[in-house]
């Protein structure tokens, strides 16, 4: 069977619920042995406006929207023909005929009364699920399978609700069946559950937090990072973490520093303006030398910018940020997988390293709903650094050492006592404005980025290095870029991909491996000036012929970037 | 002269239909309205949030800024510019979390400026996360065994900070709210009104019929906004306690004190945004610092 | 060598003397007894006879107690940093005096307050005079006896007492008669008991010149408010937080004379967001600030890049991280400076070398602040701030002050975010008759009111970074010295200016091939100036005050050109330009 690759927009007003739509169909698939990949775009507004969200639906995986949709589901009708240039030419258009208005299209039109089925079979703000009904019908799926989401996305609003949404998907799915009407491509079931998870990046992060036994979370809610906080919120009671909603930012990373240095392992998770508040207490982590974890959600500004949508843009900030000098890391995953893996992996460093450690993300990413496969949790133990017997009132806790680590007590130990301070100190903990001592303290916390370089997972090159054009990225890119790059290859180009996760300490020999035969270095970002490309020549003297942007908030099509690569990898400007 | 209507801004509003803000902006276009002032003279000073964008649907002068931000930024609009009308808005996120300090520091300092919180219990535009008014045991998915602690009572810190305007209103009740906004903007002093409003969407604990079901007007005859005891008791008047207690409306407390502009020495010469460097001057000042020999 | 008296005769042994080109004076004692204070006479009585002065304060942060000292250079060409070894110590106490003596020269001279008996120490005269006693005999104290001490040296160094006693008359006429009589006498005494007991002991006299300039003494921080002074501020606020404070004082001072708004605020994100809403009402606003408080204003520097609002922020830079050595030195916020808030838009980061530099830098900023309608950011260090400099005048430039040009259009047509070729909207101040100014922090169209519009995010991306282009035009060039040749070029930002440049004179005196250049607009950074004068280089050096490299990371980044050596210090000292001889000879040759 030839493989399916099916794209499906839905589109509406904040408000008319095409969430449910989406995760409805999503979890139709996902059941059905597909790999399904959602994107959402939400304008900065709880009503009205133009929101819309992308499924694609494949038998293999994707990371990455659909470059063409088969489909498109418009709940307003008006909002259809901002659409119609991303439809297939064979692609369907559903609307509602008493929506009061019908694109000019040359598309295929499916006319559905949604509003008066809805009316019929439930109430009118279910016209939602009609359209999922309907849609259904034309990817001549089985019914039935609608009944385990929706009861899923209704559960908390009582069954009676539960129970007209999927009456009133069940009209508008009969109603298509009667007209016989069907999409062109047919989406059966084709494997029984494959056991799949399907989450999104804010999820897999707070997964990863958990796994990772965190133990206080202090935040301030802030697009898109809120999602994260609330994950966490809501598994509080049976992970056994303290969920702390703030006043501001820079309450949230101070208790996260002083739950820290009480030894529980903390985290806090913001964006854009809320982290420049924790700049501050970034730079205390350092000095202190207190493991914390920090999670920074890229979205477009500068200041508040767009709130909703996404960027990478934070890269340079987040590497320079907070004043004075002090070692960090900083780790960008791509999706939910590596999300989960790399919150694990920066817990891990933190509290090894006693040190601060940034997992950067983007609203594309926390948002973007996949499937993936099963989440293993790692067998290395993430237990805490071993106690020391000392004898008593012996402890300094920033006793020097090799390897710049000095040995963690918590305050409460008996026979013990933890001087903590922010000035520069002696080993003891205890204020200096010795000229040795301040040398010897910074020589030390510098030491530890040795250290944290050797935890780093290295970056992944595909198919191998040294191709003739070699394309370079982090985070949320790796999607598009993967499968552009394919496609390209596909077409008989030499170029290869490689893709920073865990991107500081800067991986120099790694990436200087992967790069020094290729021809050609070019970088895809979503953001203006090419911080990846900037960071490439300042950390490995790599210049990078030139580099695919966008950085409109919106996250890079699989076309697009293909284009860009040509483009820049037969030398015409960029 | 000015209808309120003639404060409009034409341009979609992306407001939740029944939300309280429109109830809000309507007092306050009536207030301007009946103020006389020109839109060219009022500048609004907002922070982040759906309250944030307020001044986008009133014609006049705005810099919309950052998040809990809007006092300290509308105080150096004021000072720079003291001819201008200055009003700061936001939620209670913004003005009682995020901004909670600068809050504080205002009603002391006592800047002439009117500022108007859209009170609704909740954090809406980030979709639902308990705010520092929201009530106690307010389920959300941020805080899903409900809010633990005392909602943050603005009223007494304005009060307690010696503030010389101190009231709260509603958005449902918009002819008593627009008498406020008028008396605030006349105000030569931080003129402060919490403004209680639901949240259609976020917030169903509190909402308009609640409101409407225990607001009243203390009154200006009844209360003396001169006496402290009285004012403090009034502020503590709220249902965390008693659910069925009710919500006192008006202007609480007034502190006789000067506004901080007309105590600041500079403002007597002009505005600064006129001040011209004056050379003598600068040379004079650079002067002081010669060291002259042959004593 | 010795003698029966104890301590060095130069006369007799034949040592040399230094007639003054260049000596190095240290006082040094307790906080709160007055060793700051007697440091300030002796600077100032220095200038008074004609010398050029450079002094740093070398402080702890407390306010009594501890070890403090300032390092005072005096010669007849100008200084922009110090030595490593002093000529002359004046200690006030023991523990001074243990401390700082292993500062002095050979030859040199300590005095410090001890009745003990004079003797020789490793080939330095160590000479005790009993202040205290010798003040309280007076009916004065122990914060007297660094003025009993000055006397002391003047006796030594065949300074004048006259300009110490005009200079003691004018410090402290204002506490009364009895203090003016009191450090008078103490003076004398000091200045008759050196004069009795150390004939011939000092190998280094600092006579008042036969002819000299009058010159201006001042801090790098008063030039810095003499700066927003000539720049024609109208708001300040700030908080206050070392080294920037004493800027905040200064212009809290002038306020009132100046009709500038001064406003001490409750925290620096209260700061930052005042000076931006001023900014907004069209102000030339200002705040100076370091370390922890500059990282609470990044936010708000980001709202001043998408508001497009001028301001000026003047960053002392200090060792950190956190709160560090808050009284102490470093240059460890410049790529914090250069990338910091989220997201892009064009920023100005002005890194001037000396307090003169710092002076034009000021006015400078404000200028390309409101033309380019940006935020910009004086970098500069506790070195330069705090240190005293001698400066022979600062003219006023003709400040280009002017906001972009206005339209004049049909009542309520105003756009503030027009796009321009420049880049460059028109600039409206609120409260302009019959027109209205919109503008927030968050993406906007030309009107300034909020879009979510792909392709107006694109376009208005495009026309804040175009600025850039302009702000490119506008950059003073790099300073090299002594040339454009050099086989080793040596590379610094900030203040390293005066130590990095004598230490490129001593190296060049002998025979080194090397050059140095000093960049001062480093953000938007020189990159095709740079990267034409690294090119011709054999061996490119960065010297540069923090502990990774900053300044060598950004001329990489921006250049392709890496440094092949790095000189750093990150002690919370400055360097020193017989110190950066040192290290930099075995790279750049010469005799040594």
Same mark, same amino acid.
């Not at chain 2, 003598?280 to 002259?292: D, G, L, N, S, T």
């Not at chain 3, 003025?147 to 300074?159: D, E, H, K, R, T």
């Not at chain 3, 404070?245 to 406003?263: D, H, P, Q, R």
């Given at each position: 069977?030839?493989?399916?690759?099916?794209?499906?927009?839905?589109?509406?007003?904040?408000?008319?619920?095409?969430?449910?739509?989406?995760?409805?169909?999503?979890?139709?698939?996902?059941?059905?042995?597909?790999?399904?990949?959602?994107?959402?775009?939400?304008?900065?507004?709880?009503?009205?406006?133009?929101?819309?969200?992308?499924?694609?639906?494949?038998?293999?995986?994707?990371?990455?929207?659909?470059?063409?949709?088969?489909? #498109?589901?418009?709940?307003?009708?008006?909002?259809?023909?901002?659409?119609?240039?991303?439809?297939?030419?064979?692609?369907?258009?559903?609307?509602?005929?008493?929506?009061?208005?019908?694109?000019?299209?040359?598309?295929?039109?499916?006319?559905?009364?949604?509003?008066?089925?809805?009316?019929?079979?439930?109430?009118?703000?279910?016209?939602?699920?009609?359209?999922?009904?309907?849609?259904?019908?034309?990817?001549?799926?089985?019914?039935?399978?609608?009944?385990?989401?929706?009861?899923?996305?209704?559960?908390?609003?009582?069954?009676?609700?539960?129970?007209?949404?999927?009456?009133?998907?069940?009209?508008?799915?009969?109603?298509?069946?009667?007209?016989?009407?069907?999409?062109?491509?047919?989406?059966?079931?084709?494997?029984?559950?494959?056991?799949? #998870?399907?989450?999104?990046?804010?999820?897999?992060?707070?997964?990863?937090?958990?796994?990772?036994?965190?133990?206080?979370?202090?935040?301030?809610?802030?697009?898109?990072?809120?999602?994260?906080?609330?994950?966490?919120?809501?598994?509080?009671?049976?992970?056994?973490?303290?969920?702390?909603?703030?006043?501001?930012?820079?309450?949230?990373?101070?208790?996260?520093?002083?739950?820290?240095?009480?030894?529980?392992?903390?985290?806090?998770?913001?964006?854009? $303006?809320?982290?420049?508040?924790?700049?501050?207490?970034?730079?205390?982590?350092?000095?202190?030398?207190?493991?914390?974890?920090?999670?920074?959600?890229?979205?477009? $500004?500068?200041?508040?910018?767009?709130?909703?949508?996404?960027?990478?843009?934070?890269? #340079?900030?987040?590497?320079?940020?907070?004043?004075?000098?002090?070692?960090?890391?900083?780790?960008?995953?791509?999706?939910?997988?590596?999300?989960?893996?790399?919150?694990?992996?920066?817990?891990?460093?933190?509290?090894?390293?006693?040190?601060?450690?940034?997992?950067?993300?983007?609203?594309?990413?926390?948002?973007?709903?996949?499937?993936?496969?099963?989440?293993?949790?790692?067998?290395?133990?993430?237990?805490?650094?071993?106690?020391?017997?000392?004898?008593?009132?012996?402890?300094?806790?920033?006793?020097?050492?090799?390897?710049?680590?000095?040995?963690?007590?918590?305050? $409460?130990?008996?026979?013990?006592?933890?001087?903590?301070?922010?000035?520069?100190?002696?080993?003891?903990?205890?204020?200096?404005?010795?000229?040795?001592?301040?040398?010897?303290?910074?020589?030390?916390?510098?030491?530890?980025?040795?250290?944290?370089?050797?935890?780093?997972?290295?970056?992944?090159?595909?198919?191998?290095?040294?191709?003739?054009?070699?394309?370079?990225?982090?985070?949320?890119?790796?999607?598009?870029?993967?499968?552009?790059?394919?496609?390209?290859?596909?077409?008989?180009?030499?170029?290869?991909?490689?893709?920073?996760?865990?991107?500081?300490?800067?991986?120099?020999?790694?990436?200087?491996?992967?790069?020094?035969?290729?021809?050609?270095?070019?970088?895809?970002?979503?953001?203006?000036?090419?911080?990846?490309?900037?960071?490439?020549?300042?950390?490995?003297?790599?210049?990078?012929?030139?580099?695919?942007?966008?950085?409109?908030?919106?996250?890079?099509?699989?076309?697009?970037?293909?284009?860009?690569?040509?483009?820049?990898?037969?030398?015409?400007?960029? | 002269?000015?209808?309120?209507?003639?404060?409009?801004?034409?341009?979609?509003?992306?407001?939740?239909?029944?939300?309280?803000?429109?109830?809000?902006?309507?007092?306050?276009?009536?207030?301007?309205?009946?103020?006389?002032?020109?839109?060219?003279?009022?500048?609004?000073?907002?922070?982040?949030?759906?309250?944030?964008?307020?001044?986008?649907?009133?014609?006049?002068?705005?810099?919309?800024?950052?998040?809990?931000?809007?006092?300290?930024?509308?105080?150096?609009?004021?000072?720079?510019?003291?001819?201008?009308?200055?009003?700061?808005?936001?939620?209670?996120?913004?003005?009682?979390?995020?901004?909670?300090?600068?809050?504080?520091?205002?009603?002391?300092?006592?800047?002439?400026?009117?500022?108007?919180?859209?009170?609704?219990?909740?954090?809406?535009?980030?979709?639902?996360?308990?705010?520092?008014?929201?009530?106690?045991?307010?389920?959300?998915?941020?805080?899903?065994?409900?809010?633990?602690?005392?909602?943050?009572?603005?009223?007494?810190?304005?009060?307690?900070?010696?503030?010389?305007?101190?009231?709260?209103?509603?958005?449902?009740?918009?002819?008593?709210?627009?008498?406020?906004?008028?008396?605030?903007?006349?105000?030569?002093?931080?003129?402060?009104?919490?403004?209680?409003?639901?949240?259609?969407?976020?917030?169903?604990?509190?909402?308009?019929?609640?409101?409407?079901?225990?607001?009243?007007?203390?009154?200006?005859?009844?209360?003396?906004?001169?006496?402290?005891?009285?004012?403090?008791?009034?502020?503590?008047?709220?249902?965390?306690?008693?659910?069925?207690?009710?919500?006192?409306?008006?202007?609480?407390?007034?502190?006789?004190?000067?506004?901080?502009?007309?105590?600041?020495?500079?403002?007597?010469?002009?505005?600064?945004?006129?001040?011209?460097?004056?050379?003598?001057?600068?040379?004079?000042?650079?002067?002081?610092?010669?060291?002259?020999?042959?004593? | 060598?010795?003698?029966?008296?104890?301590?060095?005769?130069?006369?007799? /042994?034949?040592?040399?003397?230094?007639?003054?080109?260049?000596?190095?004076?240290?006082?040094?004692?307790?906080?709160?007894?007055?060793?700051?204070?007697?440091?300030?006479?002796?600077?100032?009585?220095?200038?008074?006879?004609?010398?050029?002065?450079?002094?740093?304060?070398?402080?702890?942060?407390?306010?009594?107690?501890?070890?403090?000292?300032?390092?005072?250079?005096?010669?007849?060409?100008?200084?922009?940093?110090?030595?490593?070894?002093?000529?002359?110590?004046?200690?006030?106490?023991?523990?001074?005096?243990?401390?700082?003596?292993?500062?002095?020269?050979?030859?040199?001279?300590?005095?410090?307050?001890?009745?003990?008996?004079?003797?020789?120490?490793?080939?330095?005269?160590?000479?005790?005079?009993?202040?205290?006693?010798?003040?309280?005999?007076?009916?004065?104290?122990?914060?007297?006896?660094?003025?009993?001490?000055?006397?002391?040296?003047?006796?030594?160094?065949?300074?004048?007492?006259?300009? @110490?006693?005009?200079?003691?008359?004018?410090?402290?006429?204002?506490?009364? /008669?009895?203090?003016?009589?009191?450090?008078?006498?103490?003076?004398?005494?000091?200045?008759?008991?050196?004069?009795?007991?150390?004939?011939?002991?000092?190998?280094?006299?600092?006579?008042?010149?036969?002819?000299?300039?009058?010159?201006?003494?001042?801090?790098?921080?008063?030039?810095?408010?003499?700066?927003?002074?000539?720049?024609?501020?109208?708001?300040?606020?700030?908080?206050?937080?070392?080294?920037?404070?004493?800027?905040?004082?200064?212009?809290?001072?002038?306020?009132?004379?100046?009709?500038?708004?001064?406003?001490?605020?409750?925290?620096?994100?209260? %700061?930052?967001?005042?000076?931006?809403?001023?900014?907004?009402?069209?102000?030339?606003?200002?705040?100076?600030?370091?370390?922890?408080?500059?990282?609470?204003?990044?936010?708000?520097?980001?709202?001043?890049?998408?508001?497009?609002?001028?301001?000026?922020?003047?960053?002392?830079?200090?060792?950190?991280?956190?709160?560090?050595?808050?009284?102490?030195?470093?240059?460890?916020?410049?790529?914090?400076?250069?990338?910091?808030?989220?997201?892009?838009?064009?920023?100005?980061?002005?890194?001037?070398?000396?307090?003169?530099?710092?002076?034009?830098?000021?006015?400078?900023?404000?200028?390309?602040?409101?033309?380019?309608?940006?935020?910009?950011? %004086?970098?500069?260090?506790?070195?330069?701030?705090?240190?005293?400099?001698? %400066?022979?005048?600062?003219?006023?430039?003709?400040?280009?002050?002017?906001?972009?040009?206005?339209?004049?259009?049909? /009542?309520?047509?105003?756009?503030?975010?027009?796009?321009?070729?420049?880049?460059?909207?028109?600039?409206?101040?609120?409260?302009?008759?019959?027109?209205?100014?919109?503008?927030?922090?968050?993406?906007?169209?030309?009107?300034?009111?909020?879009?979510?519009?792909?392709?107006?995010?694109?376009?208005?991306?495009?026309?804040?970074?175009?600025?850039?282009?302009?702000?490119?035009?506008?950059?003073?060039?790099?300073?090299?010295?002594?040339?454009?040749?050099?086989?080793?070029?040596?590379?610094?930002?900030?203040?390293?200016?005066?130590?990095?440049?004598?230490?490129?004179?001593?190296?060049?005196?002998?025979?080194?091939?090397?050059?140095?250049?000093?960049?001062?607009?480093?953000?938007?950074?020189?990159?095709?100036?740079?990267?034409?004068? @690294?090119?011709?280089?054999?061996?490119?050096?960065?010297?540069?005050?923090?502990?990774?490299?900053?300044?060598?990371?950004?001329?990489?980044?921006?250049?392709?050109?890496?440094?092949?050596?790095?000189?750093?210090?990150?002690?919370?000292?400055?360097?020193?330009?017989?110190?950066?001889?040192?290290?930099?000879?075995?790279? /750049?040759?010469?005799?040594?």
């Amino acid at each position: 069977m030839a493989g399916i690759d099916f794209g499906l927009i839905v589109t509406g007003q904040a408000g008319q619920g095409l969430q449910v739509i989406a995760q409805a169909l999503a979890g139709v698939f996902v059941r059905s042995g597909y790999h399904v990949f959602v994107s959402q775009d939400v304008m900065s507004r709880i009503r009205g406006g133009h929101n819309f969200t992308r499924v694609r639906i494949a038998t293999k995986p994707v990371g990455a929207d659909a470059d063409r949709a088969q489909m #498109l589901v418009a709940l307003d009708a008006k909002l259809a023909s901002l659409h119609l240039s991303e439809l297939a030419d064979d692609g369907l258009v559903l609307i509602d005929p008493d929506d009061g208005s019908r694109p000019e299209t040359g598309h295929e039109i499916v006319a559905v009364p949604l509003r008066r089925l809805a009316r019929e079979h439930g109430r009118e703000v279910m016209t939602n699920s009609v359209a999922l009904g309907a849609a259904l019908a034309l990817l001549q799926h089985d019914p039935e399978a609608l009944r385990r989401p929706i009861q899923e996305l209704f559960a908390g609003k009582g069954q009676a609700v539960a129970d007209e949404n999927l009456a009133c998907a069940r009209a508008g799915f009969d109603f298509v069946c009667a007209e016989g009407r069907t999409c062109r491509e047919r989406i059966p079931r084709i494997a029984e559950d494959a056991g799949r #998870l399907f989450l999104t990046g804010a999820q897999a992060l707070g997964l990863g937090a958990i796994a990772a036994g965190v133990r206080l979370v202090a935040g301030y809610p802030m697009s898109p990072a809120t999602p994260i906080f609330e994950f966490c919120a809501r598994n509080a009671a049976e992970a056994g973490i303290a969920v702390e909603l703030v006043e501001d930012e820079i309450a949230a990373i101070n208790m996260a520093l002083g739950a820290a240095f009480a030894g529980a392992r903390a985290m806090t998770c913001t964006a854009g $303006g809320g982290f420049c508040l924790m700049n501050e207490g970034l730079s205390l982590a350092g000095m202190t030398e207190t493991p914390v974890v920090i999670m920074v959600g890229m979205r477009p $500004g500068p200041a508040t910018g767009l709130a909703t949508r996404t960027a990478q843009a934070d890269l #340079l900030f987040c590497l320079s940020a907070g004043h004075g000098e002090f070692p960090r890391a900083v780790l960008a995953p791509a999706d939910p997988e590596q999300a989960f893996h790399a919150t694990i992996r920066a817990f891990r460093i933190a509290e090894e390293f006693q040190t601060p450690v940034i997992v950067l993300f983007d609203q594309f990413m926390a948002d973007a709903t996949r499937t993936i496969g099963n989440l293993q949790l790692p067998i290395a133990n993430l237990q805490s650094a071993e106690r020391q017997s000392l004898p008593e009132g012996a402890y300094r806790r920033y006793e020097a050492s090799e390897s710049g680590v000095s040995p963690f007590l918590r305050p $409460g130990t008996k026979g013990q006592l933890v001087y903590v301070d922010s000035d520069e100190h002696n080993e003891e903990g205890h204020i200096t404005e010795s000229a040795e001592v301040r040398v010897r303290m910074v020589e030390k916390r510098a030491r530890k980025a040795g250290g944290i370089a050797v935890m780093l997972e290295p970056p992944e090159v595909w198919p191998g290095p040294g191709r003739k054009t070699m394309v370079v990225g982090f985070g949320s890119t790796r999607g598009a870029v993967l499968e552009a790059v394919e496609r390209l290859r596909g077409k008989g180009l030499d170029v290869g991909v490689l893709h920073i996760c865990d991107i500081w300490p800067f991986p120099i020999d790694s990436v200087r491996a992967a790069l020094e035969d290729s021809r050609r270095v070019i970088t895809v970002e979503n953001n203006w000036s090419g911080q990846v490309a900037r960071l490439l020549r300042q950390e490995a003297g790599i210049t990078a012929a030139g580099s695919v942007r966008r950085f409109d908030g919106r996250q890079f099509a699989v076309a697009e970037v293909a284009a860009g690569i040509e483009r820049l990898a037969e030398g015409k400007t960029g | 002269m000015l209808t309120a209507e003639y404060w409009s801004r034409a341009g979609e509003n992306a407001w939740c239909p029944g939300c309280g803000n429109f109830g809000i902006l309507s007092a306050l276009k009536q207030a301007l309205a009946e103020l006389q002032l020109e839109p060219w003279r009022v500048c609004i000073v907002s922070g982040i949030g759906q309250a944030g964008k307020l001044p986008h649907y009133v014609k006049c002068n705005f810099l919309h800024g950052l998040h809990g931000r809007a006092l300290p930024t509308a105080i150096g609009v004021k000072l720079a510019n003291p001819g201008l009308k200055v009003i700061a808005v936001g939620g209670d996120g913004d003005m009682y979390g995020e901004g909670g300090g600068a809050l504080l520091h205002a009603f002391r300092r006592n800047p002439e400026i009117a500022c108007f919180v859209h009170n609704n219990g909740v954090y809406g535009l980030t979709k639902g996360q308990a705010s520092p008014t929201s009530a106690a045991g307010f389920r959300t998915r941020a805080t899903p065994e409900g809010t633990a602690l005392p909602g943050f009572n603005p009223l007494a810190a304005g009060i307690a900070m010696s503030g010389t305007f101190v009231a709260r209103g509603f958005a449902g009740d918009r002819e008593g709210l627009t008498r406020l906004m008028v008396l605030a903007l006349k105000h030569k002093g931080f003129g402060f009104i919490d403004i209680l409003q639901p949240c259609v969407t976020y917030n169903k604990v509190n909402t308009h019929k609640w409101y409407q079901e225990r607001v009243f007007d203390i009154g200006t005859r009844q209360h003396d906004p001169l006496d402290i005891e009285r004012a403090l008791e009034r502020a503590r008047e709220w249902p965390e306690a008693d659910p069925e207690g009710r919500i006192p409306l008006g202007l609480f407390y007034s502190a006789q004190r000067p506004s901080y502009d007309e105590q600041l020495p500079v403002l007597r010469q002009g505005a600064p945004v006129e001040a011209r460097p004056d050379p003598r001057k600068v040379e004079q000042a650079i002067e002081e610092f010669r060291q002259h020999g042959r004593d | 060598m010795g003698s029966a008296t104890g301590w060095l005769d130069w006369r007799a /042994a034949g040592s040399r003397i230094t007639i003054v080109t260049d000596v190095t004076v240290v006082v040094a004692g307790e906080a709160g007894l007055g060793v700051q204070s007697a440091g300030t006479v002796l600077t100032r009585q220095l200038v008074r006879q004609g010398y050029h002065v450079f002094a740093y304060p070398n402080v702890m942060s407390r306010i009594r107690g501890g070890h403090n000292f300032t390092s005072i250079r005096v010669s007849e060409r100008p200084k922009a940093g110090i030595r490593t070894q002093a000529n002359v110590v004046l200690a006030l106490d023991e523990q001074a005096a243990q401390e700082r003596k292993a500062d002095l020269i050979e030859g040199g001279v300590l005095v410090y307050d001890s009745p003990a008996e004079p003797m020789i120490e490793a080939g330095r005269s160590i000479l005790p005079v009993p202040m205290t006693a010798i003040a309280k005999r007076l009916g004065g104290g122990p914060p007297h006896a660094g003025v009993v001490g000055l006397g002391v040296l003047c006796a030594l160094n065949s300074q004048p007492l006259r300009a @110490l006693q005009a200079v003691l008359k004018e410090q402290f006429e204002a506490r009364g /008669a009895e203090a003016g009589r009191l450090n008078a006498a103490c003076a004398q005494a000091g200045f008759e008991y050196g004069r009795e007991r150390f004939r011939g002991v000092c190998p280094c006299l600092i006579p008042e010149l036969a002819s000299w300039e009058s010159r201006l003494l001042l801090t790098g921080a008063q030039a810095i408010g003499l700066g927003a002074l000539a720049a024609g501020v109208q708001f300040y606020a700030g908080y206050p937080m070392s080294p920037s404070t004493a800027i905040l004082e200064y212009l809290a001072g002038k306020a009132e004379e100046f009709g500038i708004v001064v406003e001490q605020v409750e925290d620096e994100v209260s %700061v930052i967001n005042m000076v931006a809403g001023a900014a907004f009402a069209g102000a030339r606003a200002m705040t100076a600030t370091s370390g922890g408080g500059f990282a609470l204003m990044v936010e708000g520097i980001g709202l001043a890049g998408m508001a497009e609002l001028p301001l000026v922020v003047v960053v002392g830079m200090r060792p950190g991280p956190a709160t560090g050595f808050p009284t102490r030195t470093e240059q460890a916020e410049l790529l914090y400076a250069a990338d910091c808030s989220q997201d892009e838009f064009p920023r100005v980061v002005l890194a001037p070398g000396t307090a003169e530099q710092a002076f034009y830098a000021t006015v400078r900023a404000f200028g390309l602040a409101q033309r380019f309608q940006s935020p910009v950011i %004086v970098l500069t260090d506790q070195f330069l701030l705090d240190s005293s400099w001698t %400066v022979g005048n600062l003219q006023l430039p003709i400040a280009n002050l002017q906001l972009a040009g206005r339209q004049s259009g049909a /009542a309520y047509s105003f756009r503030r975010f027009e796009i321009t070729e420049s880049g460059v909207s028109p600039f409206l101040r609120p409260g302009t008759r019959e027109q209205l100014v919109m503008s927030m922090g968050g993406e906007h169209d030309e009107s300034g009111l909020g879009s979510e519009d792909a392709g107006n995010r694109v376009r208005m991306m495009e026309k804040r970074m175009r600025k850039l282009e302009g702000l490119r035009q506008e950059a003073a060039g790099l300073h090299e010295f002594p040339g454009r040749g050099g086989a080793t070029v040596v590379v610094c930002f900030g203040s390293v200016f005066g130590p990095l440049r004598e230490a490129v004179e001593i190296l060049a005196g002998e025979g080194a091939d090397i050059g140095m250049v000093h960049i001062s607009d480093i953000v938007p950074f020189p990159a095709k100036e740079l990267a034409q004068r @690294l090119a011709g280089a054999k061996t490119v050096v960065c010297v540069e005050q923090n502990s990774t490299g900053q300044l060598a990371r950004l001329v990489r980044r921006e250049t392709g050109f890496g440094p092949d050596e790095i000189i750093l210090r990150f002690d919370g000292r400055p360097f020193t330009g017989d110190g950066l001889a040192e290290r930099l000879r075995p790279i /750049a040759g010469g005799a040594g």
